[in-house]
């Protein structure tokens, strides 16, 4: 059973396009929730989070969004740049407790 | 060290034998998780380390997965009689405090593990 859902596995944009990375939780218990870029043979690397008392955070190009009653957050990039060519990865957790629940990542492709 | 160092990098071994893979924690790190990744799934977690003990171990997948500890310093998860479904990047974090699941949390680089 995932509990964290990716649904698009790619994604390709025009380099100064926006870009946006969605995602889809059934736990309404989560109420911490994570996006990571991965490059290729490292690790995943924070890029920004939400908890759930905002709808709402901002971090230079990094928007992160979340609609609680849609169980629902996207990620939006603007402007998207070639360099933000990687996989993002949403994840989740709640409380105190210290598992992340990942979603299965999305490949986006910045053209230039 | 600076981040957290993940050994080997890679990793290629035939079904049957005992594998063991290293992660080394960013220093003064007290909590230590191991995940892992398979082909096209999203990370899994395998099992948390405060200190030198393991509260929850329940995302190890069979008995033959086991981690050690020393100390708040490295971490060995070893897996015995490998089979093919254990190939995948095994992924360390750590962070200061086992506290919210992500918050602070530095990944290593993984080990790509390759059952043949």
């Known amino acids: 059973d995932q509990q964290v859902k990716q649904n698009s596995p790619s994604l390709s944009v025009q380099e100064g396009r926006i870009s946006i990375l969605n995602c889809d939780y059934t736990?309404?218990?989560?109420?911490?929730f994570l996006w990571y870029k991965k490059y290729p043979a490292e690790g995943p690397t924070f890029l920004i989070s939400?908890?759930?008392?905002?709808d709402k955070n901002e971090d230079g190009r990094f928007t992160v969004f979340l609609n609680k009653s849609a169980k629902h957050l996207s990620l939006h990039i603007v402007p998207s740049q070639p360099g933000d060519s990687a996989v993002y990865f949403c994840?989740?957790?709640?409380?105190?407790?210290?598992?992340?629940?990942f979603g299965k990542g999305t490949l986006l492709t910045v053209n230039p | 060290g600076a981040g957290v160092s993940q050994s080997p990098s890679n990793k290629v071994t035939e079904k049957g034998k005992d594998v063991e893979l290293r992660c080394d924690p960013i220093s003064g790190h007290t909590a230590l998780y191991w995940y892992r990744q398979r082909l096209g799934q999203g990370l899994e977690f395998l099992i948390y380390f405060q200190g030198n003990s393991a509260p929850d171990k329940s995302g190890l997948p069979s008995d033959r997965f086991s981690a050690e500890r020393t100390g708040e310093s490295v971490s060995t998860l070893t897996i015995q009689r490998t089979q093919q479904e254990d190939s995948a990047v095994y992924l360390c974090?750590?962070?200061?405090?086992?506290?919210?699941?992500?918050?602070?949390?530095?990944f290593g680089s993984g080990t790509r593990l390759t059952v043949v």
């Open positions: 736990n309404s218990m989560f109420d911490y």
């Open positions: 939400i908890s759930s008392i905002k």
């Open positions: 974090a750590s962070s200061l405090g086992g506290t919210r699941g992500g918050y602070g949390y530095t």
């Open positions: 994840a989740a957790s709640y409380g105190s407790n210290y598992k992340l629940t």
